[in-house]
């Protein structure tokens, strides 16, 4: 799409929640763009569990695919594209790309999501496949429930993570990731729940399905999954350039109709201050969609473009071969 044109909304980020905020306002007959970067933390997911609608569970790729699917059956427009640049102009805004291509939109959408800090373990993205690393306890701590389990990161912080984890399994173990002195409070509240609190070790690996630390003093450790607890980087540049409130952790701050403190600028997903869950991406999408389409020009359907001529020439919803009516109007 030319840079010239100036769309209804610019929806930069497609993971769930860009992906749904595209199908939404395409079926609002909204004229959108979806810029994608390619870097979705859903593609990280072996299997979800948790994600309503998939009682086998659905692969991260495998639910990125079908999202994609959806909305461009209806008409979106998906572009590679990384946002380096977001301005404000008369109309609306003005997103500018790495390479210079140009998009303009009355409105935007945010859904550039966060990225998370992984341990240094060697063969991580084989052990995240196999379940020996997992990034969300509340998606995937019922996978993990009665095994051993590790949560590598800074004590203090690690210990609440673990003592959420102690729902699940009763062999949980803290494994610090730095020589930070452990305060009293946290040691106490470990040891109560009955959980092992361990120095940093000398290596972490991905060894015959399992996560493995060695120690300096020659003991290692086996565990049936690992959590990582090393926090996360939000992908915030866009939301800074255009002024938009962040909180302590760099995350957007919202309303709740999902607008950020810029009027125009809309925000979904993980990079929102909110539980990082793919369902609560989703209604993100669905509130800011919405919010949008009600905002903007009403967009009118005439008589004659309800015609069956005219009708048979809108896209056809993914999975049919065209229009039907819809029963309640049948005779």
């Not at 303009?104 to 966060?114: C, K, S, Y």
């Not at 946290?186 to 000398?202: E, N």
């Not at 993100?284 to 015609?307: F, G, S, V, Y």
Request: proline share 6%; aromatic share 6%; with cysteine.
């Amino acid at each position: 799409m030319s840079g010239d044109d100036l769309l209804d909304c610019l929806i930069v980020g497609a993971g769930p929640a860009g992906l749904t905020a595209a199908t939404y306002l395409v079926r609002y007959h909204r004229r959108i763009v979806v810029l994608d970067a390619g870097k979705s933390r859903a593609r990280w997911i072996p299997t979800s569990h948790n994600a309503p609608g998939f009682p086998r569970g659905i692969e991260g790729h495998t639910l990125l695919q079908q999202q994609r699917e959806q909305a461009i059956g209806y008409g979106a427009d998906i572009e590679d594209a990384c946002i380096a640049q977001l301005n404000r102009i008369d109309e609306g805004f003005e997103a500018v790309a790495a390479d210079g291509r140009r998009w303009r939109a009355r409105f935007v959408i945010l859904a550039t999501g966060i990225v998370d800090v992984m341990p240094p373990l060697e063969g991580l993205e084989d052990a995240i496949a196999n379940g020996a690393v997992r990034l969300c306890p509340v998606c995937d701590g019922y996978e993990a429930s009665d095994c051993r389990v590790a949560v590598y990161g800074p004590v203090d912080s690690t210990v609440s993570h673990a003592l959420f984890l102690r729902t699940f399994s009763r062999e949980v173990t803290v494994i610090a990731s730095d020589d930070a002195t452990p305060s009293p409070d946290a040691l106490a509240q470990a040891r109560d729940a009955g959980i092992d609190v361990l120095p940093t070790p000398a290596k972490l690996a991905f060894e015959g399905r399992a996560t493995v630390a060695r120690f300096a003093d020659g003991r290692e450790l086996r565990f049936d999954t690992l959590y990582p607890t090393l926090g996360c980087a939000p992908n915030n540049d866009l939301a800074l350039q255009i002024g938009a409130e962040l909180d302590a952790n760099g995350e957007i701050v919202t309303g709740d109709d999902q607008q950020t403190h810029v009027d125009g600028v809309y925000a979904a997903g993980d990079v929102v201050s909110a539980l990082n869950q793919i369902a609560v991406a989703v209604g993100h999408a669905a509130i800011a969609a919405t919010k949008i389409h009600n905002r903007l020009p009403r967009n009118w359907r005439e008589r004659e473009d309800l015609q069956p001529e005219t009708a048979q020439a809108l896209p056809s919803p993914p999975g049919t071969t065209g229009p039907e009516t819809p029963k309640s109007a049948q005779a």
